[in-house]
C-alpha cells in the first residue's frame, strides 16, 4: 500500500474513531406529552405572566391531552359524547354557533429541567398549534406577536427563562381559526374556512361531519431540545443515481450531498466540525461561526459505492442508510441529528404515446397504483403505530403511491418513515381545495369565485408555512411529488412562489405539479376535470372505457362487515338499504345518512335480496372485491398504453364513513383491500369480463421465462374443467394479451354462473399468481351461488413465531369450491375481533383437491394472550379454531 493511501486509511480510521467516541454525549430530547392542564379562557381572568408563573394554583384545572385537540381532551374527560358513534356529533356544540371564544383555552404544563451551563442551550419546541397562541414560561412571554398558521413549527431559546431550581412551567392560550366557517353541508361548509392557513375538510365534506371546534389545540408534539452552543436546523440530505438501475446485482456508485443550517447562539466565536458518517465512511467540514449567527454550511460530495437503493413497493426492497450529522466543537457533540435515508433518484418525463407524466425511480418508469389518503384521524389523534399499520395496509394492497389530499395537511414525519419502510411514494397536495377555492360556482359558498382564488387571507404565512414543512419531511426517500393543491392551484402569487423560488431553492429533486389533475400530469384528452368516474361501476367499464390517462381520483364504495357496525351504529340504527330499481332510489336510515352512505345500488340484489345488514354487508363485500379487484386490473390492462397510473379515491377514512375505504376507521380491513391485493399484483394473471380475453400484467422489471398459463372452469358443484394452458415468456412493464374464453364461458356460465380460475405457474410447477373469479349467469345474476352445496373445507392453525400465525385451508377433491371466506383472530374469551391484524390474504377461496396457506400477523404486546381464530365463507358456517 502506498504512503498516500496509508495516511488516508489512518485519518479514516481516527475519524471513525472520534465520531463514536462523541456520539455518546451528544443532545437530549424529550417530549413534554403528559401531564398537561387545562381551562376554557373565558373562565380565567388572569394573563398569561402569572398563570405560567408556579404560585399559580392549576389544582382545580380539568387534565388536557397534548398533542390533542380541545375537543380530544373534552372527550378524554367525558365531557362529549363519543362523536363518532351515531349521531353523537350533532350533541357538541358548533364553534360557528358558539362563537370562538368557546374554544378557546389555556394549556398549562409543569416540567423539570435546569439552567443550562456554560454556552449549553435548551429550545421549547411546537410542531403544530391551530390556530393562534401566545406562549409564555416562568412569567415571561416567548413570542414577540401572536404566533398564527396551523403548519408553522415554533422553537423558543429558553435558556435564560429556564428556573433557578429546575422547576419551570409552560402556560399557552390556544386560539380558534380566525374564521370558523358555517358548515351548512358544501365541501368545506361555506368555504371560508380557506381563508385560514388551515384544515379546510374541518367545516364538513361529502365523507365527513364537520369536527365541531376545527381541531383547535396544540396539535402536534411539544419537545425541549439540550443542545451545545451550536444547534442543527433543518438538514438537508439529497441522493443521485445515475443512470438506469436493477433491484439486484454490484451497482454504480451513487452521490450524497449533505447540508444544513448551524445556529451559533452563543456570544462567542465558535469553530467545530460539522460531520457524519454513512456505510463506514467519514465526511467532515471546519466550520467557525461568529456569535449569535446562523450559517448554512453544504459537506462536500460523497460518493457511496456499490449502494444499497431504496425502491417503491413491488419494485425492490426498501433500503435505508443511517447517518448521523453532527456538529462537534472541543470535543463534544453540540447538537445532532439522526437521519434515515433511502438512497434513490426520482425523475418525471411526458409519455407521448398516454398524454400523460410518468414518474422514474432509479431510472426505470414506475407504473403508478395509489391511494387517495386524507388524514389518519380527525381529532388528529396521531401515533406511530396508527401510522405504522395504515401505510402497511396500503404495501398490502400492493400499491406503490399514496397521494395526501390538500383538504387535510402536509402530513407529520411519522408517517413519512411509515412510507419509507414500506415503500409508499407520496403525492403530497399543499392546502387548498378547488370546493372552497372558487374553481366551481358553488351556491353553498359565502363568497363568489373571484374572492374564494385568493384564499387564503394571509399569502405570506402561507408561504412561510410551505417552506417550514417543506423543510420538515424533504429528507424522506418516499415524498415523490409536490402538489400545489386538490383540484386548483393556489392564487398566482403563491403558485409563483413555490414553483419559481422556494421548491427551486429547498427541495429541487422532486416533480412540482401546479394541481392535482393538472393537464400537465394528464392530458384531458376526455373533457371534464381529470378524475373520476365515481361511484359503482360495471366491471366492463374499467376495462374498456378510457378515462384520465394519470387518474388521480376514481372509485367510491366500501363498507365494511356486520362487525364494523358493532362498534358505532345503534342497534336501531342496524337496518340494511333497500334499493328500488324502479326509481333508482335508496332508502336508508338516518345514520346512514349521516355517516355518507353511498349506495351499492343493484350489486347486492344479484346476490339474493338481503335478509337483514349482516347479510348485506357480507354480500357487500364481495361486491367490494370485485370493483376493486377490477378497478385495478382494468387499469393495468392498459398501462404504458393508455395509463401511466391511477390513484382510487380513497383508501381510509379519519372517521366512522360508510364510503370509500379499504379498512374502517378501527383499522378492520374489509374486502376491498384484498380485492385490491390480488388486482395489484406485481405479477399478476387476469381476464377482462367484456371480450373474455387472458392477459398477464407485468409490474416488474424482470422478464419471466417459461411461465406456464392454466385456464379452468368449475361449476357450483365443484366440477371442474381445463379450458386450455400455454407456455409463455413475460417481458418487464408490459401487459401481454394471449386469447378469449368468452365463448366457452358463456356457455358454461349460462344457467347457474361458474367460477374461472387463472392460474401463471413458473417451470417448476409453482403457482406464481392465482386468480378466481364468479362469473354470472346470462341474466347477470348470481343464481348459482345462492344454491351451493355446503363447503368441506378443512381448517388448522399454528403458531410458527411471536405474533406470527400460519392457517391451512384444505379444500377435498370432489367438493364445491370453499368461497370467499373471511379469516379473523379474535378473543378466547370475548370473541371481539382483535385489531389491527395483517393477513398475507383474506376473503378466500379454496378449489375442490387443493389447499390454501395464510399467514397472519399481530401485535403480541397489545394482545399478549393467545386467540382464537374465526372463519367463515359464503358456504361455510362461522367456525372457531383453536390456533396450536
Known amino acids: ?207 365527513i361531519q364537520p369536527i365541531k371546534d376545527r381541531n383547535t389545540g396544540i396539535w402536534d408534539k411539544v419537545t425541549i431540545e439540550k443542545t451545545g452552543a451550536v444547534k442543527i436546523n433543518d438538514p438537508h440530505v439529497i441522493t443521485l443515481v445515475s443512470g438506469v438501475r436493477q433491484p439486484e446485482g454490484p451497482q454504480q456508485p451513487a452521490i450524497i450531498q449533505v447540508s444544513a443550517e448551524l445556529q451559533n447562539a452563543a456570544s462567542t466565536l465558535v469553530t467545530g466540525t460539522l460531520q457524519y458518517n454513512l456505510d463506514g465512511k467519514a465526511v467532515s467540514k471546519t466550520i467557525t461561526l461568529k456569535a449569535n449567527s446562523t450559517q448554512t454550511v453544504q459537506l462536500d460530495d460523497y460518493s457511496l459505492k456499490n449502494p444499497k437503493l431504496w425502491w417503491p413497493n413491488g419494485y425492490g426492497p426498501q433500503n435505508l442508510y443511517s447517518l448521523n450529522l453532527q456538529f462537534v466543537a472541543a470535543g463534544k457533540v453540540s447538537d445532532q441529528n439522526n437521519i434515515e435515508v433511502g438512497v434513490r433518484q426520482l425523475t418525471s418525463e411526458w409519455n407521448e404515446r398516454t398524454e400523460s407524466r410518468q414518474i422514474n425511480v432509479n431510472g426505470q418508469k414506475i407504473f403508478i397504483k395509489g391511494g387517495d389518503w386524507i388524514i389518519s384521524d380527525e381529532m388528529l389523534r396521531f401515533t406511530d403505530k396508527r401510522y405504522d399499520a395504515e401505510v402497511r395496509f396500503h404495501r398490502d394492497m400492493n400499491l406503490n403511491l399514496i397521494r395526501v389530499w390538500g383538504g387535510a395537511l402536509i402530513e407529520r414525519p411519522e408517517f413519512y418513515a411509515a412510507c419509507d419502510k414500506y415503500g409508499m411514494l407520496v403525492f403530497q397536495d399543499m392546502w387548498g381545495s378547488g370546493d372552497c377555492n372558487g374553481r366551481w360556482v358553488d351556491p353553498m359558498k359565502l363568497d363568489d369565485q373571484w374572492t374564494r382564488r385568493k384564499y387564503p387571507d394571509d399569502h405570506a404565512l402561507y408561504i412561510k408555512s410551505i417552506e417550514d414543512q417543506v423543510k ?131 350489486s347486492i340484489n344479484k346476490y339474493g335480496k338481503a335478509k337483514d345488514l349482516e347479510d348485506f354487508s357480507a354480500k357487500a363485500q364481495l361486491v367490494n372485491y370485485d370493483q376493486y379487484r377490477g378497478l385495478m386490473e382494468g387499469f393495468s390492462s392498459h398501462m404504458w398504453d393508455w395509463y401511466t397510473g391511477v390513484i382510487i379515491w380513497k383508501t381510509q377514512n379519519p372517521w366512522t364513513a360508510l364510503r370509500g375505504q379499504m379498512y374502517d376507521y378501527y383499522l378492520d380491513p374489509n374486502a376491498c383491500l384484498y380485492g385490491l391485493h390480488s388486482g395489484s399484483e406485481p405479477l399478476h394473471i387476469m381476464y377482462n369480463p367484456g371480450d373474455g380475453t387472458v392477459m398477464v400484467a407485468n409490474n416488474t422489471f424482470k422478464t419471466h421465462t417459461n411461465m406456464m398459463i392454466v385456464v379452468k372452469t368449475y361449476d357450483m358443484n365443484g366440477k371442474d374443467s381445463l379450458l386450455t394452458q400455454v407456455f409463455s415468456d413475460i417481458t418487464p412493464a408490459t401487459t401481454k394479451r394471449y386469447f378469449s374464453i368468452k365463448q366457452e364461458l358463456d356457455k358454461l356460465a349460462k344457467n347457474k354462473g361458474a367460477f374461472v380460475d387463472l392460474e401463471l405457474l413458473d417451470y417448476n410447477q409453482k403457482i406464481i399468481s392465482q386468480n378466481i373469479y364468479w362469473v354470472p349467469n346470462e341474466k347477470g345474476d348470481y343464481t348459482g351461488l345462492q344454491s351451493m352445496p355446503a363447503s368441506q373445507v378443512s381448517t388448522t392453525a399454528r403458531q410458527i413465531a411471536k405474533g406470527k400465525i400460519e392457517v391451512t385451508l384444505i379444500n377435498p377433491k370432489n367438493a364445491p369450491v370453499a368461497f370467499f371466506n373471511r379469516l379473523s383472530l379474535v378473543d378466547g374469551q370475548t370473541n371481539q375481533r382483535l385489531l389491527p391484524v395483517f393477513y398475507s390474504d383474506n376473503y378466500v377461496s379454496v378449489l375442490p383437491g387443493t389447499s390454501k396457506t395464510v399467514t397472519i400477523d399481530y401485535d403480541t404486546d397489545q394482545y399478549p394472550n393467545m386467540p382464537l381464530l374465526s372463519i367463515s365463507g359464503w358456504n361455510l358456517k362461522e367456525q372457531t379454531v383453536h390456533i396450536q
Open 1 to 207: 500500500m502506498s504512503i498516500k493511501n496509508i495516511l488516508a486509511s489512518s485519518v479514516a480510521v481516527l475519524l471513525l474513531t472520534f465520531l463514536s467516541q462523541t456520539k455518546a454525549i451528544a443532545q437530549s430530547q424529550y417530549e413534554l406529552n403528559t401531564g398537561w392542564k387545562c381551562g376554557k379562557a373565558t373562565d380565567i381572568h388572569t394573563d398569561g405572566a402569572s398563570i405560567s408563573k408556579n404560585n399559580f394554583p392549576i389544582n382545580t384545572w380539568q387534565n388536557a391531552t397534548v398533542p390533542g385537540t380541545v375537543l380530544t381532551t373534552q372527550l378524554n374527560n367525558k365531557q362529549i359524547p363519543d362523536p363518532f358513534y351515531g349521531m353523537n356529533n350533532e350533541r357538541i356544540p358548533d364553534i360557528y354557533k358558539t362563537g370562538r371564544d368557546y374554544y378557546t383555552y389555556w394549556f398549562v404544563k409543569d416540567f423539570k429541567e435546569a439552567q443550562p451551563q456554560g454556552n449549553n442551550q435548551v429550545y421549547l419546541n411546537f410542531r403544530g398549534v391551530n390556530y393562534s397562541c401566545d406562549v409564555f414560561l416562568n412569567g415571561h412571554k416567548l413570542n414577540a406577536k401572536l404566533h398564527s398558521g396551523m403548519f408553522l413549527r415554533q422553537s423558543y431559546n429558553v435558556s435564560k427563562w429556564l428556573a433557578n431550581d429546575g422547576n419551570n412551567r409552560v402556560a399557552v392560550i390556544v386560539y380558534p381559526a380566525d374564521v370558523a366557517g358555517n358548515p351548512n353541508g358544501g365541501q368545506g361548509g361555506d368555504g371560508t374556512i380557506a381563508r385560514n392557513v388551515s384544515i379546510q375538510y374541518t367545516a364538513g365534506w361529502d365523507w
Open 472 to 602: 420538515m419531511v424533504r429528507n424522506y426517500a418516499s415524498l415523490a411529488i409536490w402538489c400545489g393543491g386538490n383540484e386548483i392551484t393556489p392564487p398566482e402569487d403563491i403558485l409563483v412562489a413555490l414553483r419559481d423560488t422556494v421548491m427551486p431553492k429547498l427541495d429541487n429533486t422532486r416533480w412540482f405539479v401546479e394541481y392535482s389533475n393538472s393537464e400537465k400530469m394528464s392530458r384531458n384528452v376526455l373533457g371534464g376535470n381529470g378524475d373520476g368516474p365515481y361511484g359503482i361501476q360495471p366491471l366492463s367499464t374499467f376495462w374498456d372505457h378510457r378515462t384520465f390517462p394519470f387518474n388521480s381520483e376514481v372509485g367510491s364504495i366500501g363498507i365494511n362487515d356486520y362487525e364494523a357496525f358493532k362498534r358505532f351504529m345503534p342497534v336501531q340504527n342496524r337496518i340494511a338499504p333497500e334499493y328500488d330499481a324502479s326509481t333508482g332510489k335508496t332508502k336508508t336510515d338516518s345514520v346512514w345518512e349521516y355517516h355518507k352512505y353511498i349506495g351499492y345500488d343493484t
